[in-house]
């Protein structure tokens, strides 16, 4: 098993859509948690942290879900400008573990 | 904010040369990573480093190797290129040990051995 795991996707929505992403982790001791945004040819960009009690950003609102060991991210109102990949990072004591991103698509 | 630079946008090399990409941090941060992407296989840990002269391979360190003399510079080096070795190289950088503060990319560098 992937020690963190994302639907590639694409999921391709319409604008104003509201869109969510799951990702699993499977190191039960992992301590942090991220969302990172990453454009096509561009670098990972730090999109919001992910707290224990959930967290909101605008549009964005991100969840941890211990006890089933996955994160999620809603995207609501979707913009065109939304359109990237989206990775999700867990942090274990040392180092982080990236997922492979899912791609999101927001057409007009 | 913290700025994380990467000396070269694209690089082309030819195989069996020796390759040096430098990235260069201006944060005082003690982490620095050394990734490589490839599409579908996601970034992909070569070596980091939580200090200067310290280093500790990743997950795929072969055929690689790392410099920190400084506190701000990680270098990583290709001793001699193949072309498997085509691809993004991303360095990154963060605070603080335990991952409580996210990591900065730097732009990347586009690597084609031929």
């Known amino acids: 098993r992937k020690e963190v795991e994302q639907d590639p996707g694409p999921f391709n929505v319409p604008e104003g859509a509201t869109v969510a992403f799951n990702c699993t982790y499977s190191?039960?001791?992992?301590?942090?948690f991220f969302w990172y945004r990453q454009d096509c040819r561009k670098e990972p960009k730090l999109l919001m942290s992910?707290?224990?009690s959930g967290n909101e950003d605008g549009r964005f609102t991100a969840q941890l879900n211990r006890a089933s060991q996955y994160i999620s991210l809603l995207i609501r109102d979707s913009k065109l400008s939304d359109s990237a990949t989206y990775l999700c990072?867990?942090?274990?004591?040392?180092?982080?573990?990236f997922g492979r991103g899912t791609s999101l698509i927001v057409h007009p | 904010d913290v700025k994380v630079t990467q000396s070269s946008r694209y690089l082309v090399k030819r195989t069996g040369e020796k390759v040096f990409l430098e990235c260069v941090q201006d944060?005082?941060?003690?982490?620095m990573f050394w990734y490589r992407q490839d599409p579908g296989l996601g970034l992909r840990l070569i070596y980091f480093?939580?200090?200067?002269?310290?280093?500790e391979k990743g997950d795929i360190p072969e055929g690689y190797s790392v410099s920190r003399e400084k506190k701000e510079r990680f270098s990583l080096i290709l001793e001699s290129a193949s072309t498997n070795q085509t691809s993004m190289y991303l360095c990154?950088?963060?605070?603080?040990?335990?991952?409580?503060?996210?990591?900065?990319f730097g732009s990347g560098t586009r690597l084609t051995v031929v």
């Open positions: 990072v867990v942090h274990g004591s040392y180092i982080p573990t």
């Open positions: 190191n039960s001791a992992s301590q942090s």
């Open positions: 992910v707290y224990s």
């Open positions: 944060m005082d941060h003690e982490n």
């Open positions: 480093s939580y200090d200067v002269k310290m280093k």
């Open positions: 990154a950088s963060n605070f603080e040990t335990g991952g409580n503060y996210g990591y900065t």
